[in-house]
């Protein structure tokens, strides 16, 4: 039976001129009770504004068509009679729970009102209620938990709270609106498996937004495909993963797999050369600490990896390892407090200290950069061209002429078209930028190229461009690159060699073939049992 | 924790010492002979040398401060400075009686006038604040905002004045005696008298504080509306009055306590005008009487008690942020 169904939605947002800016314009959708089905989109696409404006969590979006729960009209709905069903028979799970708790709320607290709001009961029921919540939720036996203030629990904590609180009234429907895009890699896998253990206890269905296919293949029963405000595919999610019917949807399948593991094992590396020559990136024995108050604290220690010209070596672990610490040692834009960090056999200074060490021109050269984020590294007031040649600094050898001519050939290398190098960045689309970001960093020719979570601010399929093009600049220019990563997915598709870091400092090193088909360390093993799957369900 | 409450105790030290060193060269400067309020009108130069010597005015500032501070004036023979437990503020040269005394005197009518005060507008500034948050550009913000601009503009004699002429002057014409023209009734001795002599004086206050408050609370409301957090609790199908009045201010209310506990501050150290104006028999009159007749040690006691209110009310509203929680 038909739980909840949207047919023909349409959402406009008033402007200031008094006109209506269209942000969905034909969705529909149906769930039965106790199944699943996952929205997938890409960021834009309508798939968020969709299920919240039909449920009237929108403010002043005006919203066409219909929305029925459970028999009753959505659109329209006196708002007393829709918050009897918002919180109780319909519960939500946002994105980033960092900013969906209330911050000065104790989490106890914020699951006890939810359960308050929709049925009377003493003290002591409620704090029982909570007691049984957490449980349901993973997070029992710690009583200091529901006395906590969100800001000191963990991403994945807070997310199992937000669950709780959608749970709180047993909803038929659970509204999950990118759950675990803002968790680490292994913290995801637990949260999806959440999921599945609180609709197969309480029979409960689930509406799934996801910008990730994978994701969503791992959970869903069905799966519909939102672009620019319309539906362009829906179906079975087996069957619309395997053979996807729509040209985008193959664009988001291709996506996906890029961040999944490859069902038959990761191919034996394919590096040209590797251990014959010199390597252009030595690292040994690196130690970096942080102040903290009046002590340092560790961030890496013993870190070693060599980096050849020509291959790619991913460096992975979750967020607070200390990759980007590492990243910028090895561009020399830190200091390491100990070890030996050499660039081209030229050996960086070190120093327990903070600020940019002095390199020469020659050894800036040799090394640069591509940030995460290509809509904050890149200065908006430059065009293309002149962004592209701020590195001219460290060539003082070269004149106009050479300059010029070196920014048209990496913007070719890069595949960036010549027609956008007047250009500024707020004209170019997010992956022009980050080509715009590598064209940067190519042009005084480096040896070394590293590139910081290069991916992860871009879309999915845009994603896929930029790896194929890192991909190619390894094998045409012999460029040695260290990718920092989060995704063992993209390791598993581009790289040669994957460093692992875990809390604890490296796990381990070495080829990707190697690590990810006999992994030595628990650690590693715990990440790779967290990447999802296209071909199955989450494990366990 | 600790740390924090050490450091802000060491500020609050240093704060007060400052303030004692600034009050004190100052009232030096500005009233050179303190003997001739002491002595009688037709007291004899000797008359007055000699007073000179007794309070050690003849002394050097640093002398005189340190007898200040520490020793206290030698008029019964026992030390009673500012550090000794429990801290004397001196002398008043005019009354002849111990500053403690004059100001605690004082203190309850300027305390019912400010927390009275403090508590109404906050009521009211919130209220109209969250409301006006709700609409942003409604009917209701609209007319907040004009009305605190206009209070604001209006210096608080003139709405003083006002309240008086027409809620004491006109009703009593008319023979309606709702409100006293001024005048302080001690709570103690008729809890009745004592509102009933503080509405005009309050409604004065109110209405002059209220209007950069209200805008202050609306424009933190508005600033956290847009937080997914409100998003959520709507989400848990409360109504909008718990959304609003409970998540929605929760979230905004750092700003707001800092600020209230900043104005509160400087009320509790005497609200001169509008004391003058109800002749109502506070700290800020004491001041005013002090400040004009030169007497030194008043002057710099009423300061002191002004200033140890302020940085113990801004201490506290820190600790309470801190204590709440978030970041």
């Known amino acids: ?540 | 924790m600790t740390r924090l409450v050490l450091g802000r105790l060491l500020r609050v030290v240093i704060t007060l010492t400052a303030v004692v060193l600034i009050t004190f060269l100052l009232t030096t400067v500005a009233y050179n002979d303190p003997a001739r309020l002491i002595a009688p009108d037709n007291a004899t130069e000797e008359t007055l040398a000699s007073i000179r010597a007794t309070f050690g005015l003849d002394q050097p500032w640093w002398v005189q401060l340190w007898r200040y501070a520490v020793v206290g004036p030698p008029i019964q023979g026992v030390a009673t400075g500012l550090l000794n437990v429990p801290p004397s503020l001196g002398y008043s040269y005019v009354s002849q009686r111990p500053v403690t005394d004059l100001i605690l005197e004082k203190l309850p009518a300027t305390a019912s006038l400010a927390l009275g005060a403090f508590v109404l507008w906050m009521l009211v500034a919130v209220v109209l604040g969250v409301l006006a948050a709700r609409r942003p550009g409604g009917p209701l913000d609209r007319i907040t905002s004009v009305i605190a601009y206009t209070t604001l503009s209006v210096p608080v004699f003139v709405v003083a004045v006002l309240l008086i002429f027409v809620l004491y002057f006109q009703l009593s014409l008319a023979g309606i005696h709702l409100f006293p023209s001024g005048g302080y009734v001690p709570f103690s001795e008729s809890p009745g008298e004592w509102a009933r002599h503080l509405i005009l004086p309050w409604t004065a206050l109110v209405l002059v504080q209220f209007g950069p408050f209200q805008r202050i609370v609306r424009s933190s409301v508005l600033e956290v509306t847009g937080k997914d957090y409100i998003r959520t609790a709507t989400a848990k199908g409360l109504g909008p009055g718990r959304v609003y009045f409970d998540h929605a201010l929760s979230g905004a209310a750092n700003p707001i306590l800092t600020l209230g506990g900043i104005e509160l501050a400087s009320l509790m150290g005497g609200a001169i005008v509008t004391e003058q104006i109800f002749g109502i028999d506070g700290i800020g009159r004491l001041a005013v009487r002090a400040a004009s007749t030169g007497d030194a040690p008043v002057v710099i006691g009423v300061t002191l008690v002004g200033a140890v209110f302020f940085v113990l009310i801004t201490t506290l509203v820190d600790l309470v942020t801190h204590a709440r929680g978030g970041r």
């Open chain 1, 1 to 540: 039976m038909t739980l909840f169904e949207l047919s023909h939605l349409s959402v406009e947002f008033p402007a200031a001129d008094g006109t209506t800016v269209p942000a969905v314009s034909d969705v529909s959708l149906a769930v039965d009770a106790g199944r699943t089905v996952a929205v997938v989109g890409e960021s834009g696409s309508g798939k968020t504004v969709s299920l919240l404006a039909a449920t009237g969590l929108l403010d002043g979006a005006v919203v066409g068509g219909s929305a029925r729960f459970d028999g009753v009209e959505l659109n329209g709905l006196e708002p007393r009679r829709r918050r009897a069903l918002l919180g109780a028979r319909i519960g939500f799970v946002f994105q980033d729970p960092a900013s969906n708790l209330h911050p000065f709320k104790r989490v106890g607290a914020q699951i006890a009102e939810a359960v308050r709001v929709h049925r009377r009961g003493s003290r002591a029921e409620v704090a029982a209620r909570v007691a049984s919540l957490l449980a349901d939720v993973g997070l029992d036996g710690e009583a200091r938990i529901a006395r906590a203030y969100p800001a000191e629990l963990s991403g994945g904590q807070r997310q199992r709270i937000m669950i709780a609180i959608a749970i709180a009234n047993d909803p038929a429907l659970i509204i999950a609106d990118e759950p675990t895009t803002a968790l680490d890699a292994s913290v995801q896998a637990s949260v999806l498996r959440l999921f599945r253990r609180i609709q197969e206890s309480h029979g409960t269905a689930i509406v799934l937004v996801s910008h990730d296919l994978g994701v969503a293949g791992a959970l869903a029963d069905d799966i519909v495909v939102v672009r620019d405000g319309r539906v362009v595919e829906s179906g079975e999610a087996r069957g619309l993963v395997s053979a996807p019917g729509d040209p985008y949807t193959r664009e988001l399948v291709l996506a996906a797999q890029l961040h999944a593991l490859p069902a038959g094992g990761v191919a034996p590396s394919h590096r040209r050369r590797g251990d014959d020559g010199a390597p252009v990136l030595r690292v040994s024995g690196l130690a970096k600490s942080y102040r903290a108050g009046r002590r340092r604290r560790p961030v890496v220690d013993g870190i070693g990896f060599d980096v050849a010209a020509g291959s790619i070596t991913a460096l992975v672990g979750e967020s607070g390892a200390g990759k980007s610490t590492v990243g910028r040692i090895a561009a020399g834009l830190q200091y390491a407090d100990a070890g030996v960090v050499e660039i081209a056999g030229v050996r960086l200074p070190t120093a327990v200290a903070d600020g940019v060490p002095p390199l020469s021109p020659q050894l800036r050269a040799e090394v640069q950069l591509v940030f995460q984020d290509p809509y904050t590294s890149l200065n908006p007031r430059k065009t293309v061209a002149e962004t592209i040649a701020t590195a001219r600094a460290v060539r003082p050898e070269w004149g106009h002429a050479t300059v010029r001519s070196r920014v048209r050939e990496v913007a070719a290398q890069a595949r960036l078209d010549p027609g956008l190098l007047d250009r500024r960045p707020h004209e170019l689309s997010g992956g022009q930028r980050q080509r715009t970001a590598i064209a940067r960093a190519l042009f005084p020719r480096p040896r070394l190229l590293v590139a910081d979570e290069a991916l992860s601010a871009l879309d999915v399929t845009t994603q896929r461009q930029v790896i194929l093009l890192l991909e190619e600049l390894r094998d045409t220019q012999d460029l040695a690159i260290l990718l920092i990563t989060h995704d063992l997915g993209v390791v598993a598709t581009v790289a040669d060699a994957v460093v692992v870091l875990g809390p604890e400092g490296q796990e381990e090193a070495g080829e990707v073939d190697r690590v990810f088909g006999s992994p030595r360390s628990a650690y590693t093993r715990l990440l790779l049992d967290a990447v999802p799957r296209l071909d199955g369900r989450v494990a366990g």
